[in-house]
């Protein structure tokens, strides 16, 4: 009986999430407009697609590899000219960034 207790409490609560809006680049951070550019510019030249962890490009931006995983996250929901989608997870998640109409 608790286990239906747990599940009615769960859809409750997920019914009552507010919808996510779209953040346009104006809207966001200093911190997260930086990174955009960095990743659209790095972005453009590997092509239009590249894959990056955080860890990686930590130094290079100047932000922790922690604040680049937060800021990433904000960026996925943003209307941007880059895409950005989690592509696999070993160690830490790589991201895929491509640029819009590249792909």
């Given at each position: 009986?608790?286990?239906?207790?747990?599940?009615?409490?769960?859809?409750?609560?997920?019914?009552?999430?507010?919808?996510?809006?779209t953040?346009?680049?104006?809207?966001l951070?200093?911190k997260?407009?930086?990174?955009?550019?960095?990743?659209?510019?790095?972005?453009?030249?590997?092509?239009?697609?590249?894959?990056?962890?955080?860890?990686?490009?930590?130094?290079?931006?100047?932000?922790s590899?922690?604040?680049?995983?937060?800021?990433?996250?904000?960026?996925r929901?943003?209307?941007?000219?880059?895409?950005?989608?989690?592509?696999?997870?070993?160690?830490?998640?790589?991201w895929?960034?491509?640029?819009?109409?590249?792909?």
């Amino acid at each position: 009986m608790v286990v239906g207790v747990v599940r009615r409490i769960t859809n409750t609560m997920s019914a009552t999430t507010q919808p996510t809006t779209t953040a346009t680049a104006a809207e966001l951070s200093d911190k997260a407009r930086d990174l955009a550019s960095y990743l659209e510019e790095k972005a453009r030249e590997e092509g239009g697609v590249m894959y990056v962890k955080a860890k990686f490009i930590s130094d290079e931006v100047g932000y922790s590899a922690k604040e680049i995983g937060q800021l990433i996250t904000q960026l996925r929901d943003a209307d941007l000219s880059i895409s950005i989608e989690p592509w696999s997870y070993t160690g830490a998640t790589t991201w895929q960034i491509s640029v819009e109409g590249s792909v």
